[in-house]
């Protein structure tokens, strides 16, 4: 830990309590921030650690509590306050203006919140960023437009207009979701750079490794409430793990199952094939696909591993009829057929599940039965047409058990759900359908651990159970290696490789092999 | 449920309990629907009967009351079910005007009231396709669709009689009766629809459909389900109502039917909805709200007439300052408006 100052700690947080109408979001939880600190705050989805940022940075305000900046005790109303205070935070949504420069950028958000900063004195500012990149050993093109710029990047210009502003603590909320390792690299090195200010730094996030690597202390919640303050110099992976999760991890790392995958015979008709499939682009993101050809038999789970911008997303929408096929065939159990739309889809049993699930799944303004019930009226209504809301309660409460859905009730707005739950929600869309192919697309992205494993678990027991073909579309290798009887490996809107998955650590190297050869191409 | 699970429950329950009154009357007018439409209507209920009791009380007034309540509140549940969609429709006032003229028109060249209604009818709805198809298939913005809408059938209502107005449609003096109920007909057809329509938006598919676009039409769309077809249906059904809301219109304008019926009543339809906690952005009203609103409307011309302000001006700012009050109710919780 950096040397510490006779002052006391930067922030002291005491006893905070918020609760939403429906939900406790954190019960008297307390933490604390040292000078030169970087302290982790630790816990699955749903734990309270984005509302307890929230609070820190002025966006909520707690209902029981106080917050203490540098001995003072101060009320933060709003994220102003915060800033006037010194606190800044940097969330997943970059809030930066993308049309200007880097250097416009900063100069307009400093001058915004700090009024000692004055846009007009262009010449001074300028120098004083200057002076703190050299201080910070940053590279960035103060010119550049950032929209053009990295993820990564994009961050840091965040934290330099905060440094700007003369802010001492940083709060960040996930911020190393969106980025490679190597991102994750440069990150953590600036973060060091503030560590050795003085600055202090709150650091948010759910996965276990990287407290480990950057943080001073760790902070675990758990459903609202604090588990307990650990040294990161003390503790290790499997601690942090039974405090998250309170429950014994030897289910950790997720294998069962591998065991009933079966052999299959190559003579029998697949339930799905695709046959020189190419795709049109409706828009400017979207990736073509090129002479795809695959296969889905029935009652399997076939995962295809890509990273971004593979164009799984695309593939996984063309068997719903929303990319448009320019050239190739569909066969549906051996005849040819056109996926003119999702419902026409529906109809023969297919399914898609987005991995948006806010802009494209759940839909906010239902309640959490609603949407698990919204593709399968005709299962739960009279002639498709009058709801009857006995028989949607049933498969609504067993979905909520088998999946274990933290929700209030089942009619709560689904906007109240956490991430996590909201995509076992929509995995419940899924299975009420009966659909007999299910396409799930990311179905663990920006999920925890503890969600993350009993998703899996829940796909390839579903698969087992009830004989239903699984596609899962992931870029986690693990993912794909875990679950998949077969695998495809994807990359720039084609299939590089097919593997059967009898030895997933031998087919890890193939796949890897294959992605190296590309990429030295 | 496991028992700490209910035990969390209880917590939960208990730890809300523990909120002032104040708050707890919030979080219940935030999470219930209903609540929205029913505070002003129970405010402007109360300051009537407190302003002029004896005038407003009186029962030929409540009966003025019900009956030109009873075509605005239909006017505002097709619009209504145009907005929980998150689309707006313009067109309720000249189609309903449209029909007005349409069955005054058959009525004095054929006389049979029946035939009239049941073409008219046809007429609206066939509009209300149009429109539907338009939004629904073709893809345009329902504002583009609708206002031009607005213009097209006002035209054609100035054109088919050549500016001129239509007198004595005594024939349609049925709907202003109470057959010994205190209540017009009118008013009686009105709680039918509503009743109806309670029904379709709460236990139909089609009715779930509607809030779900609403609130996210891409998902709905992804969802398998068939999400042009409600949003055709919802503006075919909204043309229906408006000429049901117009043939009313015959009955509660003395008989008397001009090109100009009903002008400007697209911005009742809207406030009506509006105050009846129908959201601007969609997903969200309870189906009754337009209802209540209409009554806010009504009530609050109506009071404003006993108190001599016969002005139409002025009872229109009144209505624009209500409209804009019980606005921010309606964004509660929105962090930024466009």
């Known amino acids: 830990m950096q040397g510490m100052n006779k002052q006391n700690f930067l922030l002291i947080a005491e006893g905070i309590t918020k609760i939403f109408p429906e939900v406790v979001a954190l019960d008297n939880v307390s933490f604390d921030l040292k000078p030169g600190e970087v302290h982790g705050l630790l816990g699955q989805n749903g734990a309270g650690k984005s509302t307890l940022l929230k609070i820190l940075y002025g966006y909520y305000t707690p209902d029981k509590g106080r917050i203490i900046i540098k001995g003072n005790e101060v009320k933060l109303k709003n994220p102003r306050d915060a800033r006037n205070h010194g606190i800044t935070f940097s969330t997943q949504e970059i809030t930066l203006l993308p049309h200007l420069t880097v250097l416009e950028n900063i100069m307009l958000l400093g001058s915004y919140w700090n009024k000692e900063l004055s846009y007009l004195n262009k010449e001074k500012y300028l120098g004083y960023i200057l002076e703190l990149i050299k201080e910070y050993g940053i590279k960035i093109n103060l010119n550049e437009k950032v929209r053009y710029l990295s993820t990564a990047n994009k961050m840091i210009v965040q934290m330099l207009a905060a440094l700007s502003m003369n802010a001492y603590i940083f709060l960040f909320d996930e911020p190393t979701s969106p980025l490679s390792s190597y991102e994750v690299e440069k990150i953590f090195n600036l973060i060091n750079m503030l560590k050795s200010k003085d600055k202090g730094v709150v650091f948010v996030t759910h996965r276990v490794d990287e407290t480990l690597k950057i943080c001073d202390r760790i902070t675990i919640l758990r459903d609202g409430k604090k588990v307990g303050t650990v040294d990161a110099h003390k503790t290790n992976e499997e601690e942090l793990l039974k405090m998250m999760l309170g429950t014994n991890i030897d289910e950790f790392y997720f294998v069962e199952g591998r065991k009933e995958m079966k052999e299959i015979t190559k003579t029998e008709t697949p339930l799905i094939e695709l046959r020189g499939i190419y795709s049109i682009p409706t828009k400017p993101t979207e990736v073509p696909l090129r002479d795809v050809n695959l296969r889905i038999y029935e009652n399997e789970v076939v995962t295809i591993f890509g990273i971004i911008g593979a164009g799984k997303t695309e593939l996984g929408k063309l068997l719903v009829g929303i990319t448009k096929t320019a050239r190739g065939d569909i066969y549906y159990k051996g005849k040819k057929i056109k996926i003119k739309s999702p419902a026409y889809a529906l109809s023969n049993g297919i399914f898609y599940l987005t991995e948006d699930r806010r802009a494209e799944g759940i839909i906010p303004l239902l309640s959490v039965l609603e949407n698990m019930s919204i593709s399968a009226f005709k299962n739960v209504s009279l002639g498709g047409i009058i709801i009857n809301a006995f028989k949607e309660r049933e498969p609504g409460t067993r979905f909520v058990k088998e999946l274990n859905i933290k929700t209030p009730s089942l009619y709560v707005r689904a906007s109240n759900l956490s991430g996590g739950n909201q995509q076992k929600v929509l995995l419940a869309r899924a299975l009420m359908t009966g659909a007999k192919l299910l396409i799930i697309d990311e179905p663990t992205v920006g999920i925890d651990i503890g969600a993350k494993i009993e998703i899996r678990r829940k796909i390839r027991e579903i698969s087992l159970k009830t004989g239903i073909s699984v596609l899962v579309l992931t870029s986690d290798l693990d993912e794909a290696l875990g679950i998949g009887e077969r695998v495809y490996f994807m990359h720039d809107g084609t299939i590089v490789s097919e593997y059967t998955n009898n030895n997933p650590d031998e087919i890890r190297r193939k796949i890897i092999s294959d992605f190296s050869n590309i990429v030295k191409k | ?338």
Not at chain 2, 76 to 84: H, K, P, R, V, W
Not at chain 2, 227 to 238: G, N, P, R, Y
Not at chain 2, 297 to 315: A, D, R, S, V
């Open chain 2, 1 to 338: 449920m496991s028992t700490t699970e209910k035990k969390k429950e209880e917590e939960i329950a208990v730890k809300s309990k523990r909120k002032s009154p104040l708050r707890a009357l919030l979080d219940f007018y935030n999470t219930h629907d209903l609540a929205r439409p029913l505070l002003p209507f129970i405010v402007i209920l109360i300051a009537a009967i407190s302003i002029s009791p004896i005038y407003f009380l009186a029962p030929v007034n409540l009966k003025v009351v019900l009956y030109q309540t009873a075509p605005i509140a239909l006017l505002a549940l097709g619009e209504a079910l145009t907005i929980i969609m998150g689309s707006i429709d313009l067109t309720p006032g000249s189609v309903s005007g449209f029909a007005a003229l349409f069955a005054g028109l058959i009525t004095l060249n054929i006389g049979n009231v029946p035939y009239a209604i049941v073409l008219t009818l046809l007429a609206t709805t066939a509009i209300g396709a149009l429109n539907g198809f338009l939004v629904a298939r073709l893809k345009i913005y329902s504002f583009i669709v609708t206002l031009a809408g607005l213009e097209i059938w006002r035209a054609v209502d100035l054109s088919i009689t050549g500016g001129s107005p239509i007198y004595g449609l005594h024939q349609y003096s049925f709907l202003m009766q109470d057959f010994h109920t205190f209540i017009p007909l009118v008013f009686i057809i009105t709680l039918i629809v509503y009743v109806v329509f309670l029904f379709i938006l709460m236990r139909t598919t089609w009715g779930r459909i509607i809030y779900a676009i609403g609130s996210n039409e891409e998902a709905v769309h992804l969802s398998g389900t068939h999400a042009s077809l409600a949003k055709f249906l919802a503006f075919t059904v909204a043309g229906f109502l408006y000429g049901l809301a117009g043939i009313m219109l015959i009955g509660t304008s003395a008989y008397i039917v001009d090109p100009w019926t009903a002008y400007g009543y697209e911005l009742y339809a809207i406030a009506a909805a509006v105050i009846g906690g129908i959201a601007l952005t969609g997903g969200t009203g309870h189906p009754i709200g337009p209802l209540l609103g209409a009554f806010v409307l009504t009530i609050l011309t109506n009071i404003l007439i006993i108190m001599g302000y016969t002005q139409y001006t002025i009872q229109e700012i009144i209505i624009g300052i209500i409209i804009i009050a019980a606005a921010p109710a309606l964004t509660r919780g929105l962090r930024w408006v466009k």
